[in-house]
């Protein structure tokens, strides 16, 4: 399987669901297999919050392959020799396409607080621009989790003709305050910090050991990934080794991995990027430019495949039930499923759980639109 | 009912369960009705982690009365005129109790950082001093939430002459990885907040505003108080009526409660007092220092009133039933009882939801002992 990484410049205007105009903007994304010459066998793959466009295979020199390898590859359930798997970086993110540290012509200068606030519908739009000129009209399928299952949705709803199949992992039709929540800490965590400067900090300066802020705010993040029994499991009461337990700071092996997974995530990420994006996801509501979702849900010509997970605490199984329950008012039972995974892993089960899922996502490419 | 505010003195050395001394030291109390000519009236109740000795009542000039006012009063579930109840600030805490402020005898300067770690052991030993003080050896019950329900088990296993009746809500056995992480978030925040000074802040420059650090802290808090439910109820997803959707820090009404309990949290508590109380409640482990939860249980012999609330994400009612099951295991099923409350409410439901606790608090109370 071989991976194509690229940049594309738009220099067309981008009108913002608030008003606002983004312009020019570059997207940057990555293909893995090849489009076949009616250009229909694209599968296009969202990704989550704090991802990249890097979904599968391995770089030179990489420990790691991309977060979704498990099942996008040669074989695997997104079968790259059958499908050419797209996946973009999205606005307002930080690995290539146009977010708050991007300059804003005509000047040199980033935007940064600058930057317009971009919504999911946004974020859908910009893609729309890039597969116009891929010339993929029409998409074999759209697939994505967390806020890659919001922007699979929204491409249901605002955009109905584009794919027969739309599937959608851990998501919601409208995030709920519980979400919301836990993304404030991280929201203030990074707006108090004197490093962060309001928004004036030296990238390269940050970068070099990440703010603290940031990796505070994504432990609370970590926290809604995992669950009380995926964190017992993983973790139980196990003290660190080398920490005393009479020790004001000695920590538990659940602290250590926290301030692990912290200080990693605020080296490599940006944070007006973050600011950015957990804004465009607490703002999610698919209901919002509709009556009501059996408004918005009536749009839907494509056929549904809405996974949800037990063990989900940031994203309750609940709201995806909700949407399968919609469609099934509306008459439109033939058009959506919903599949329950039984899982204890909390929001991150739909990155790890993947043998639970594959099957599923494979049915639901194969089956006729 | 008349309040009655006190502070003792002791200079007798508290040894501590990690080996330390604590010497002398302060316990600030208060109590609700008369105890009786043979001192056996006596109902111990111990608060959570950030509440205090003002369990009921309301003192002059005060808006809001104590924190368990619904419960605790002349003819309510906790009768002041049959019981003499008994509210006791926790060691480590800063309402009058000695904590890492207090000063460091024989210097008049405070622990701060030099504070020994106490555990739910030592807050409890030291509350024995008190009780004896008072001439008080047996109560007639001990009850508490949360933290205070730590407070309450460990009563029942390590003082099991102590009272007949012991009742724990919305607490566990063994704090877990789920409750610790939430904690993480505080600790970190104020230890990286260069307002805390490595501990060495001015108290009263502090105060004025608060550490917003430490408003961060009780933000991640107030989500472990609350649920997806609750949190949807109460707030959906409501906008601050002044605050813009597109603009960046526009808030939904979820933020601005978060913001307003952290910040005045804030301004009432101290910092370092924090720090030592989740700590404390971080490594409470009902078993520590026996063989395992049937060895700790084994020495019970008050009858144990176990309330777990459905919607706790902190504490979760399976942990209380596991004390439950523990007990019967060990052929004490008389002696153990477990009543599983519905709520929504998350772990605030002890303070909240009274009218679905006050009928089994009541009878607990009466029950033989």
């Known amino acids: 399987m071989k991976i194509r990484t690229k940049t594309e410049h738009f220099t067309n ?50 420990t790691k392959p991309g977060w979704w390898d498990g099942i996008i590859g040669d074989g695997k359930a997104i079968d790259t020799t059958r499908y050419c798997v797209i996946c973009v970086n999205t606005l307002g993110s930080c690995f290539g396409s146009t977010g708050p540290m991007s300059p804003r012509f005509p000047s040199s200068e980033p935007y940064r607080l600058k930057f317009p606030v971009v919504t999911i519908t946004d974020m859908v739009r910009a893609q729309r621009f890039l597969f116009d000129r891929l010339g993929i009209h029409k998409a074999h399928a759209v697939i994505g989790g967390s806020l890659g299952g919001m922007q699979a ?26 979400a919301i929540a836990f993304n404030k800490i991280a929201m203030e965590a990074v707006l108090n910090d004197p490093r962060f400067k309001e928004g004036q900090y030296d990238p390269k300066e940050i970068q070099e050991d990440g703010l603290v802020s940031l990796a505070l705010g994504r432990m609370a993040g970590h926290i809604s990934f995992l669950s009380p029994d995926s964190m017992a499991k993983k973790f139980g009461r196990n003290y660190v080794d080398t920490d005393g337990l009479y020790e004001l700071f000695g920590r538990f092996q659940v602290e250590r991995y926290l301030e692990y997974n912290g200080h990693n995530f605020s080296k490599r990420f940006d944070p007006l990027s973050y600011l950015y994006i957990i804004k465009a996801m607490n703002i999610f509501d698919a209901t919002r430019n509709f009556e009501s979702l059996h408004d918005s849900l009536s749009h839907v010509r494509a056929k549904l495949t809405l996974i949800g997970f037990r063990g989900d605490l940031l994203f309750l199984p609940e709201e995806m039930a909700t949407i399968k329950k919609t469609m099934d008012d509306l008459g ?29 996502i494979k049915r639901a490419l194969e089956a006729k639109a």
């Open 332 to 360: 439109r039972a033939h058009l959506a499923e919903y599949i329950e995974i039984d899982s204890k892993y909390g929001h991150d089960a739909f990155l790890v759980e993947l043998d639970k899922i594959d099957m599923h």
């Open 153 to 178: 949705l929204c491409f249901a709803i605002e955009h109905p003709n584009f794919s027969g199949r739309i599937i959608s992992l851990a998501s919601t039709y409208a995030t709920q305050p519980w």
């Open 13 to 62: 205007p981008l009108y913002l669901e608030s008003g606002r105009i983004l312009e020019p903007f570059d997207l940057t994304y990555e293909t893995y297999g090849e489009l076949n010459a009616d250009k229909s066998n694209a599968v296009v793959v969202c990704h989550a919050l704090t991802g990249s466009h890097h979904a599968a295979g391995r770089y030179e020199n990489e």
